[in-house]
């Protein structure tokens, strides 16, 4: 069973901005489409953003402030965030797209604050 470990979070001001990695154990992560979800307090988990195995990128409620990509040698998903705003808010997760296929990892919380 792959294993999923998203890391990178922190508190930032509004404005500011993160990366976030999401490593994927297992030779198969280049197969499959990755997505990064997220999960605001009292809130369903959403979609972000997906990237297919070729590298082409959808954007679900952040369109033009993150940036998707991926490093399939290193078996890695980037999720690029800037210009952060209190909204964003939430922890954050990674898995397929766009059936979920692998256990949840533990997430990484973002936390945008003055």
């Known amino acids: 069973q792959v294993q999923l470990v998203e890391s990178g979070g922190g508190l930032v001001q509004p404005g500011g901005s993160l990366r976030l990695s999401c490593a994927a154990s297992?030779?198969?992560?280049?197969?499959?489409?990755m997505s990064w979800y997220r999960q605001a307090p009292g809130k369903q988990r959403e979609l972000v953003a997906s990237?297919?195995?070729?590298?082409?990128t959808n954007y679900y409620s952040v369109k033009g402030r993150f940036t998707i990509s991926r490093d399939n040698a290193e078996n890695t998903v980037y999720l690029q965030m800037n210009s952060l705003k209190p909204e964003d808010t939430a922890v954050y997760y990674c898995?397929?797209?766009?059936?979920?296929?692998?256990?949840w990892g533990q997430g990484t919380q973002v936390t945008v604050s003055s």
């Open positions: 297992g030779s198969i992560f280049s197969s499959y489409a």
């Open positions: 990237i297919t195995s070729g590298g082409t």
């Open positions: 898995n397929t797209f766009p059936v979920v296929r692998f256990n």
